[in-house]
């Protein structure tokens, strides 16, 4: 029987590659993502501590020179937060920019797959339409020949 050899593995190959180096690049942006999330969330935490301190303080009592630098810190942060924000928002975009390139090249590696079985199926089916014909001329030769010899 012979052997089906499927002219476009290169490309098929190629896809398969290049779907896999999509699935690493989008898991490397959710990496990210998350990354830039956490990030976020220690500095809304410093912010809440900052700001549960400066009231401790202003209760207790404390000197405007003191003050004024919880404040100007309590600023830095916000500042801080607004720029992870901003960071985080681009993660986001960036993953769903992943996700929808690895979308496109699943579906163009399942289309060389698809037509890589339309291939196979239709080499395997003239495959077993030729051993049929082998097979039938075969039986066809055998018959002509046992008839033959039984009138000869």
């Given at each position: ?6 002219p ?26 998350e ?7 220690v500095i ?6 900052a ?7 202003q ?60 291939k ?10 030729s ?5 039938d ?16």
């Amino acid at each position: 029987m012979a052997k089906f050899h499927y002219p476009f593995q290169k490309i098929l190959d190629l896809k398969e590659n290049e779907k896999e180096f999509a699935q690493i690049q989008m898991a490397e942006a959710i990496k990210q993502q998350e990354a830039s999330l956490q990030k976020n969330q220690v500095i809304y935490e410093k912010i809440v501590e900052a700001e549960t301190l400066i009231k401790q303080k202003q209760q207790e009592g404390i000197n405007i020179f003191e003050l004024r630098m919880l404040e100007d810190y309590l600023i830095q942060l916000k500042e801080q937060l607004i720029f992870a924000q901003r960071e985080l928002k681009q993660m986001e975009s960036h993953v769903v920019r992943t996700q929808s390139d690895l979308r496109v090249k699943v579906q163009e590696e399942k289309t060389w797959i698809n037509i890589k079985n339309q291939k196979q199926s239709q080499f395997d089916e003239q495959v077993r339409l030729s051993e049929q014909s082998f097979f039938d001329e075969m039986a066809t030769t055998r018959f002509y020949r046992v008839i033959s010899a039984e009138r000869g």
